[in-house]
C-alpha cells in the first residue's frame, strides 16, 4: 500500500486507464444523466468503481465525493477526503477522441494536497504533490511566465468574451479549446497556454487536481471572482476558474466584471 496519497493517486489513475481503454467507445452503453447533467457510460461507471475499490480500500478514513457517486453530507466532517472525476470529457470518450482524463485529488482542510491528471490514450500523467512541485510523467513543469493580456494564449470557450464579463472591450487574444476542463488545467500548468478561463460554476471534481497542479507549476488560481478556490463545500460546486501566471492573472481578473 503506498505510504504516499501521491503514489495511490497515481496507482489508481493507472489503474483506471486500463479498465477505460477496454471499452470500444462506439459500443459502451451510454445513456444521459437527470436534468439536462449530461451523458454517461458504462466506462464512467466501471472506473468510479475500481477508483472507489483502489483509494478506500488504501484509505478507509477518508472521505468520498465522485462525479458518479451519490454525495453524501458524511464528507463534510471528513477530515480528508477524495474528489474524483472518473473520466473528465465523456463526450469525447464517446465520440472516440483520446483527450479525455481521469482526474483524481485528495482535499484536507478545504485545500488540495495531492493530485493527477491522466489522459491514458495519450500516456500523459500530470501530478502534484502540496510543496514538491507538478510534473508531467516524472519530469518537472511549469506555467509561461508572462503578462501580455493582448499577445496571451487562452483555453477558453468563445462565449466568455462577451462584452459584460469585461470592463471595457474584451481583449484580442489568441483563443483555443479542449473538452475535458481537467486537462485544460494541466496544459497551462504544463506551459503550453498562458491561461484558462471559465465563468460557469464548476463541479469541484472538474476542477481540484488541476488546480494543485497549476499551483505546484507555478500558477496563480482563482475562481471567477478572484476569491481562493475552496473544496468539499455543501453544494460541491466552485464559481468558475481563472488560472494564470502572478502578473496575468491579476490583468484579466482586474477586467472582468464579476463580484461574486
Known amino acids: 500500500m503506498p505510504a504516499r496519497d501521491l503514489d495511490l493517486l497515481i496507482e489508481a489513475a493507472r489503474a483506471a486507464g486500463e479498465v477505460?481503454?477496454?471499452?470500444?467507445?462506439?459500443?459502451?452503453?451510454?445513456?444521459?444523466?437527470?436534468?439536462?447533467?449530461?451523458?454517461?457510460?458504462?466506462?464512467?461507471?466501471?472506473?468510479?468503481?475500481?477508483?472507489?475499490?483502489?483509494?478506500?480500500?488504501?484509505?478507509?478514513?477518508?472521505?468520498?465525493?465522485?462525479?458518479?457517486?451519490?454525495?453524501?453530507?458524511?464528507?463534510?466532517?471528513?477530515?480528508?477526503?477524495?474528489?474524483v472525476d472518473p473520466i473528465d470529457g465523456t463526450r469525447s470518450f464517446i465520440e472516440g477522441s483520446n483527450t479525455w482524463a481521469h482526474a483524481l485529488a485528495v482535499v484536507e482542510d478545504r485545500q488540495v494536497t495531492a493530485a493527477v491528471i491522466y489522459l491514458p490514450k495519450r500516456d500523459l500523467l500530470y501530478a502534484a504533490a502540496a510543496g514538491q512541485g507538478a510534473t508531467l510523467n516524472g519530469d518537472p513543469i511549469a506555467i509561461r511566465q508572462g503578462g501580455d493580456l493582448s499577445s496571451s494564449e487562452i483555453l477558453s470557450v468563445k462565449h466568455n468574451f462577451k462584452p459584460e464579463f469585461w470592463h471595457g472591450t474584451p481583449p484580442e487574444v489568441t483563443r483555443a479549446y479542449r473538452p475535458s476542463l481537467a486537462y485544460r488545467m494541466a496544459l497551462v500548468a504544463e506551459g503550453k497556454f498562458d491561461a484558462m478561463i471559465t465563468f460557469r460554476p464548476s463541479w469541484e471534481w472538474d476542477v481540484a487536481a488541476g488546480d494543485l497542479i497549476l499551483k505546484e507549476a507555478g500558477a496563480a488560481t482563482s475562481d471567477r471572482a478572484g476569491n481562493p478556490l475552496r473544496y468539499n463545500n455543501p453544494t460541491p460546486k466552485v464559481s468558475g476558474v481563472l488560472a494564470a501566471g502572478t502578473d496575468l492573472h491579476g490583468k484579466i481578473a482586474s477586467r472582468l466584471t464579476f463580484t461574486d
Do not use: M
Open 20 to 83: 477505460a481503454c477496454r471499452f470500444a467507445p462506439d459500443s459502451a452503453k451510454t445513456w444521459e444523466k437527470p436534468d439536462g447533467a449530461g451523458p454517461v457510460t458504462e466506462a464512467d461507471i466501471a472506473v468510479n468503481d475500481t477508483l472507489h475499490a483502489v483509494l478506500q480500500t488504501a484509505r478507509p478514513g477518508y472521505g468520498w465525493l465522485s462525479e458518479e457517486s451519490e454525495d453524501s453530507s458524511a464528507r463534510l466532517s471528513s477530515e480528508r477526503l477524495f474528489v
